[in-house]
């Protein structure tokens, strides 16, 4: 396991294959193998993979999964759709009961028929019926498609129906333009358009209900209808043809599209399912004056239903004709339905579309790992709870349907990501992140406008640490309430989509060669700290108050395309922009440079540095101090030949804010970067270093690295694409992998000594640390995602308190004197390999670490010499031949704490039969000063129980403030007084209960002669 990291080389010529080596109904993962060239001239294989998602994917035929097409055939009787987890009969005649009969996945029946049209006053609760289904046949659209022509008497207009394998829709496509309400006696202000279907077979639905708003027309009701294996979710009337398709819609002149699920199209419907004198109805509604104006380009009704008087619903529902069954019609037998290309279908100039959408269940409660790539190809519909790790990568393809949808009623996003660690979404095609997509052209373009990498319909969301590229629409909204911040949106369409009324708020985000970073229905749209550049307009938000502080415009067209309510903003800044508000710096020269990835930190001549207001949101306010609109030094092909300490020099904004977009620090950028000789490179407290091209930092010659941070301030090392958001790949070579670090030594071994320090990764082929003959100390360290590979070390491998989160760890000896010791860490959803080639005359130890839904593994040779006891396991198989002590956990309850996300409840839940259950006591594990309790009581003084270590990993006690503790409040906390953590003051340190101990002791060895001192 460890081989498939070493020193890299030219990948062998015709590696680059994929093939599937998993399938499920929703996924399937694709797999390569890359040689890596090893120091002993051996290629030796590097296994690449990422994951393809797609709802309905895959459908279960005898025996196996089989790709699902979206089809519909010739059949007895009609038509049908049968390669896919849900299958569809299709009447010949529509006006037939239960013409649409749809097998769901689980096994259950929807037959439903459309009924008709009409008109519901909402002011006066009169209904009536302008438009009713007659005799008409249908013919299949390839591939996917069948449509009912001239299907209603009353209104000329058809019926389509799509099949996709992510779901199915229903369309009533008007081609004529009914008598208005005013000739029923109807309000139009307040009057609705509906279409009636009936359900004569359903399972019963769980329904959850909300109020949809489109501009200033009345509130509608709109329910989602969840049958289990499928839902009913959202509708839209749009336009076909020429013209804006609504808002959000397609550019003048763009086609219509035949894929059924497009999101940020059009005017919402609402829906409702009403259950009538015994009947069943889905009755979907659309207010009146939203698309009034598209109607006015139709011809009017020619031949409007007779005699149609206002009634109310339950009336109108008793008299709608039943429809009779196929069996019932005086026919010569089934007939088949005929098929008709797209082109000889005729297809009208212009038409207004009513529609529901009926979609499979897909992937709930799903993660998307730190350490994973993921292709959407195709519509992905997520349940319950999703969570976006740092570090994970999803590409979409070309297909206009490739969306992530957040259903309303049944989901919610979590964002766990974090500076340095973000959440990437791009194209397939582009190769500067992330595993290479097969296809993959390498040169991305913007998609169309037309579907949104995330699609939300969610009350609430609150997006951290994301970006996206490539994207018609980065995150379409309905009728979300969204908080954006630290977010780069980088040549998309529109960076957010919103249909609906609610706020939205950009806090630190960045929106480059964006048409607009904004379109919206919302109340207020407010923007702090953004920077926007090389964009068409700045939003296109009718009905909006915009307010923007601290931003910067360069480059920008247009303020808006859609005059908003209002705007206004302060201490803002305008380079060759349109300018507004007040306390305006209005630049001379483009305030932007490049360095590296990142072509947005401030130029000095600008004057947008210290002149920012602190008026600003004070979680803002006070993530910005840690950020900075300073570049870092790039250093490349250089060796280093002598002891060297790299300090923090990308200034953090600690002062008055510096206007518009703030990275991530980092205070170098590295590339082939060597340590020559026995010299040590050293890292100050709270430097970021980021690697770029091949090979970051390297040694062959037994260099050495000291990194020392703190709790508060941590030392970063990670790759270019965690902080930089141009979509390039910084001296590209031929191979996809990158290192972080390349470690070999030989005699003496090279050597990593870190603390606090933060190791971190993407999903892409790369790896953390690799190499041969290493000494590695680490010790209060984070690592993830990633490999980090420790092999051949001669003389010492120490983790202790470490966290390791998607880690794929290789710890390998063949010294037969190496100690290694693991104590105290957590490792959580990652893989652990001990590698153990000789009987040892010294012990391995392992213990006292929490191993959380991982794998742990190892050459098993002389395994025994590993000594293992006082482990805790979750959802992870138990070392065999523990001495004892061992903890099985049946489910993990961390806490969330000053310091992070896993410390234990104190009393009572899971996790807290860790406390005081490990091998040793606190100050002999060098932990006195830390704890695992959101309390902060010190280890080293918990009296329940007295002594004994906690099982896994420890944060530094902090006192109300998130600082460490220091006792006697002398500047140094007690952690750093007492330095090796044994809760004694030994000869080398200082009292950590007494300020005017200094630490200056002097030890007499030799007396002066005729000294009094004995």
């Not at 529609?355 to 269940?361: F, I, R």
């Not at 992870?876 to 896993?902: C, F, H, M, N």
């Not at 009292?991 to 200056?1000: K, P, Q, R, V």
Request: charged residues 20%; hydrophobic residues 35%; glycine residues 10%.
């Amino acid at each position: 396991m460890g081989s498939a990291l070493k020193k890299p080389g030219p990948p062998v010529p015709g590696a680059d294959a994929y093939s599937v080596v998993e399938r499920g109904p929703h996924h399937r993962v694709w797999e390569r193998i890359e040689y890596e060239l090893a120091p002993d001239g051996r290629h030796v294989p590097h296994r690449l993979r990422y994951v393809e998602l797609a709802t309905g994917m895959h459908y279960w035929d005898k025996g196996q999964w089989r790709e699902s097409q979206e089809l519909i055939e010739s059949f007895p009787g009609g038509a049908v759709a049968r390669c896919g987890q849900h299958k569809v009969i299709f009447a010949y005649n529509l006006a037939t009961a239960g013409a649409i009969d749809m097998e769901l996945p689980d096994g259950k029946r929807l037959r439903s028929h459309v009924l008709g049209l009409a008109y519901f006053d909402a002011a006066s609760g009169k209904t009536v019926l302008i438009a009713e289904v007659k005799d008409c046949v249908g013919v299949i659209v390839e591939p996917n498609q069948v449509l009912y022509q001239d299907a209603f008497d009353g209104v000329r207009a058809d019926v389509r129906y799509t099949y996709t394998r992510a779901g199915f829709e229903q369309d009533v496509i008007l081609h004529e333009r009914p008598l208005g309400p005013e000739a029923y006696g109807l309000a139009p202000s307040s009057t609705r358009r509906q279409v009636w279907t009936e359900f004569v077979s359903a399972p019963q639905p769980c329904k959850s209900r909300r109020s949809v708003q489109v501009g200033n027309a009345p509130q509608a009701v709109d329910e989602r209808l969840d049958f289990r294996s499928m839902q009913i979710g959202s509708g839209k009337a749009f336009k076909l043809g020429a013209g804006r398709d609504g808002l959000l819609g397609r550019a003048r002149g763009e086609p219509a599209m035949l894929e059924a699920l497009q999101r940020g199209r059009g005017v919402a419907v609402g829906k409702q399912w009403l259950e009538l004198d015994g009947r069943r109805f889905l009755v979907e509604e659309v207010p009146v004056p939203t698309v009034q104006e598209e109607l006015e380009a139709l011809p009017v009704a020619s031949r409007p239903i007779a005699n149609s008087n206002p009634r109310t619903i339950q009336q109108l529902g008793a008299s709608l004709r039943r429809l009779p069954q196929a069996a019932d019609r005086q026919e010569s037998g089934p007939k088949v339905m005929q098929l008709a290309s797209a082109s000889a279908v005729e297809s009208p100039a212009y038409a207004l579309v009513l529609d529901y959408v009926t979609l499979n269940s897909s992937l709930s409660n799903y993660t998307f790992r730190g350490d994973t790539t993921y292709f959407v190809n195709g519509w992905v519909t997520l349940y319950g709870t999703t969570v976006f790790e740092g570090g994970t990568v999803v590409k979409y393809s070309t297909n206009t349907s490739a969306t992530l949808y957040v259903p309303y009623g049944s989901g919610q996003v979590v964002c766990q990501t974090a500076p340095y660690r973000p959440a990437v979404f791009t194209s397939m095609h582009d190769n500067s992140v992330g595993e290479r997509i097969a296809g993959s052209t390498g040169n991305p373009v913007r998609h169309p406008i037309s579907n949104s990498w995330l699609s939300l319909d969610v009350y609430e969301a609150v997006l951290r640490n994301i970006r996206l590229s490539y994207a018609g629409i980065g995150i379409g909204l309905f009728p979300a309430r969204l908080t954006l911040q630290n977010c780069q949106f980088v040549v998309c369409g529109y960076g957010i989509a919103q249909e609906g009324g609610e706020n939205l708020s950009l806090r630190n985000c960045l929106f480059i060669r964006c048409v607009a970073p904004v379109a919206c229905s919302g109340q207020i749209l407010s923007g702090e700290h953004l920077s926007v550049e090389r964009c068409g307009f700045f939003a296109e938000a009718a009905w909006a108050h915009i307010r923007l502080t601290n931003c910067i415009l360069a480059n920008v067209t247009n303020l808006y395309s859609v005059p908003p309510q209002s705007i206004s903003g302060s201490h803002n800044g305008f380079f060759n922009s349109p300018q507004f508000g007040v306390q305006q710096f209005v630049s001379p020269v483009y305030p932007f440079q490049t360095v590296g990835g990142g072509a947005h930190y401030l130029v000095d001549g600008a004057g947008f540095r210290n002149v920012g207001s602190t008026d600003i949101s004070p979680g803002l306010l006070a993530e910005l101090r840690k950020k900075t609109t300073y570049p870092p030094v790039v250093l490349s092909n250089i060796t280093i030949s002598g002891a060297t300490t790299w300090l923090v020099q990308a200034q953090r904004d600690t002062d008055v804010p510096d206007l518009g977009y703030h990275y991530d620090p980092l205070d170098y950028l590295v590339y082939n970067v060597r340590l020559s000789g026995n010299f040590a490179l050293s890292l100050e407290e709270g430097v970021a270093v980021a690697s770029f091209g091949r090979v970051g930092l390297s040694t062959f010659d037994a260099g050495k690295l000291i990194s020392r941070g703190s709790p508060t301030r941590w030392n970063k090392l990670c790759f270019y694409q965690a902080v930089q958001e141009l979509p390039v790949r910084l001296n590209n070579t031929a191979s996809s992998s990158m290192w972080l670090m390349e470690w070999y030594g030989y005699s003496p071994p090279a050597v990593i000594q870190a603390r606090f320090t933060d190791f971190s990764g993407m999903a892409m082929p790369s790896a953390l640390l690799s190499g041969l003959s290493q000494q590695v100390e680490l010790r209060d360290c984070r690592i993830g995602p990633g490999a980090f590979n420790v092999d051949s070390a001669p003389t010492r491998v120490a983790f202790t308190n470490n966290l390791l989160e998607r880690v794929s760890l290789y710890v390998g000896t063949f010294d037969w004197v190496c100690p290694i010791y693991f104590y105290n860490n957590l490792v959580r959803h990652s893989s652990v390999y001990f590698d153990n080639g000789y009987a040892a005359p010294v012990a391995r130890w392992i213990h006292d670490n929490l191993f959380d839904t991982s794998t742990i593994g190892g050459a098993y040779t002389n395994f025994p010499t590993f000594r293992h006891s006082h482990n805790a396991y979750y959802m992870t198989t138990r070392l065999a031949g523990s001495l004892g002590g061992d903890k099985i956990l049946t489910a993990v309850d961390y806490q969330p704490g000053p310091l992070g996300d896993y410390y234990y409840p104190s009393t009572g839940g899971n996790l807290s039969q860790l406390i005081g259950a490990g091998s040793r006591t606190a100050a002999a594990a060098g932990l006195y000063h830390y704890t695992v309790k959101p309390n902060n009581l010190k280890e080293g003084e918990d009296n329940n129980p007295p002594g004994t270590v906690d099982i896994g990993y420890h944060y530094v006690a902090c006192n109300a403030q998130g600082q460490p503790i220091d006792t006697d409040g002398d500047g140094t906390p007690d952690y750093l007084e007492d330095r090796n953590g044994n809760g004694l003051v030994d000869s080398d340190e200082t009292d950590w209960n007494d300020a005017t101990d200094l630490g200056l002791k002097v030890t007499i060895t030799r007396p002066r002669s005729g000294s009094l001192v004995p």
